[in-house]
């Protein structure tokens, strides 16, 4: 598998934790070189530090930009050096959107502040048009590889309410609308997009909700393997969908919670 994948990159925006970082080491042990763009201080990066060591250990070649993914300057920046880096012969396989930056603000609330348009619109632009950005940068660069796999991480919260998800869950069911737009306008350069909807994973992010306690112990509740989903188990189905084999799906939302959304 390394000789096979050596020539391809594995590009993965907010990869420093979570499912992005997990996705990342599952795929460098398949001999995707890795490439991760995320946002962390000083103080945070000595423990990324021990993880990305992990997967330079894989013997593929590695990169990592601490920039916001979300600034034009820094977008731009990123995508020369990649030109640089990758040359004529090697390419992106595989765009991971894993970004989690969004306003866990209540609707009604007599003490705290509560969402307002722009907590809405910050979100909508992080976790859901941010995608798009990203797919015409490397496409208009020629940076992406002629069959090309885009994986983005949604939740069950863009069609179930949850208390202080309001923006997220808007961003997320925006962020599948947009992918299936990208499976569809996008599949003559031979760019396949797909959604995993990750059941409720204890993840820094999940633990930045409000009352996420009560969320872990209801998803435990009803998952019928009476256990909360890891990262390592959406790594794996990442790197499904990164096999030859996954050519033909794209335009999916695919639930991989171990059966969590069955009740």
Sequence with gaps: MVEKNQKYWALILGGSSGLGLASAKKLALEGFNICIVHRNSRSEMIEISEEFDKI?????????????????????????????????????????????????????????????????????????????DWTQLLFKNNLFAKDCRIIVFT?????????????????????????????????????????IQAGVTETRSLKMIPGSEDLIKNSIQRNPNKRLTTPEDVAKVVSLLCKDEASWITGNVIPVDGGEHLQ
């Design 155 to 195: 939740s069950e919260g863009s069609t179930k309410p949850w208390k202080f998800y309001a923006a997220v869950s808007a961003a997320k069911a925006a962020l599948e609308a947009i992918s299936r737009s990208i499976a569809l306008e996008f599949a003559p350069f031979g760019i396949k997009c797909n959604c």
């Design 56 to 132: 330079k250990s894989q013997n593929i070649s590695f990169l990592n930009f601490n920039l916001d993914a979300l600034n034009i300057d820094s977008q731009l920046y990123i995508i020369n050096e990649l030109k640089l880096i990758l040359g004529e012969k090697s390419k992106i396989k595989v765009l991971i959107h894993s970004i989690a930056k969004g306003n866990l603000k209540a609707m009604v609330s007599d003490e705290n502040q509560v969402l307002n348009s722009d907590d809405f619109q910050i979100t909508f632009q992080a976790m859901a048009v941010s995608l798009y």
